[in-house]
T-cell receptor, first 112, second 115 residues
Framework: AQTVTQSQPEMSVQEAETVTLSCTYD???????LFWYKQPPSRQMILVIR??????QNATENRFSVNFQKAAKSFSLKISDSQLGDAAMYFC?????????FGAGTRLTVKP | DTEVTQTPKHLVMGMTNKKSLKCEQH?????MYWYKQKAKKPPELMFV???????INESVPSRFSPECPNSSLLNLHLHALQPEDSALYLC??????????????FGQGTRLTVV
């Protein structure tokens, strides 16, 4: 079974600074997708960024970028120019077929 | 329309009650999911429907009964629940794998309390 591991239960960053959230996963499949989702206190799960495993280029969405290392099964999220609105729970997710699994999450605090 | 709509937003039910959670999407997604989320924990997969057929059941107790009447609707029927079943229940939908835009879209969830 696929597993997703987030080893940082909590992270803190100063406003306007950069922070990196870590995620590793375990799979025997070659075709899969990886995501970062954000869940603020409103509890709505919001997609931050997606990465297809067959793409070598790291995905980027405005201030959010990933470092995808397929051989190492690592998928970290970098948030640049952190804003107060980035404070939330961040979940790394793995999808193969119709089976989407989440890591334990990292709670990000942004300090003004 | 990129919304997944869940009703009700909050539900309090007794252990002998029967209730249903509803989920609706109009994005043409043919994969729909139920997740259970306890406080400060990640969502745990319960059920997956693909093309209106149940494709994954994560050994969920039979007091939870999913139903997918058509490609836009997903229900979760609840009966004889236990207090430990109190949680946030999230519905999600996505295109089946192999298509573009493979991310799942989530509803805002139903906060369920079993008394």
């Amino acid at each position: 079974a696929q597993t997703v591991t987030q080893s940082q239960p909590e992270m803190s960053v100063q406003e306007a600074e950069t922070v990196t959230l870590s995620c590793t996963y375990d799979t025997s499949e070659s075709d899969y997708y990886l995501f970062w989702y954000k869940q603020p206190p409103s509890r709505q799960m919001i997609l931050v960024i997606r990465q297809e495993a067959y793409k070598q280029q790291n995905a980027t969405e405005n201030r959010f970028s990933v470092n995808f290392q397929k051989a190492a099964k690592s998928f970290s999220l970098k948030i640049s120019d952190s804003q107060l609105g980035d404070a939330a729970m961040y979940f790394c997710a793995y999808r193969s077929a119709n089976d989407m699994r989440f890591g334990a999450g990292t709670r990000l605090t942004v300090k003004p | 329309d990129t919304e997944v709509t869940q009703t009700p937003k909050h539900l309090v039910m007794g252990m002998t009650n029967k209730k249903s959670l509803k989920c609706e999407q109009h994005m043409g997604h043919r994969a729909m999911y139920w997740y259970k989320q306890k406080a400060k924990k990640p969502p745990e997969l319960m059920f997956v429907y693909s093309y209106e057929k149940l494709s994954i059941n994560e050994s969920v107790p039979s007091r939870f009964s999913p139903e997918c009447p058509n490609s836009s609707l997903l229900n979760l029927h609840l009966h004889a629940l236990q207090p430990e079943d109190s949680a946030l229940y999230l519905c999600a939908s996505s295109h089946p794998r192999g298509q573009t835009n493979t991310e799942a879209f989530f509803g805002q969830g139903t906060r369920l309390t079993v008394v």
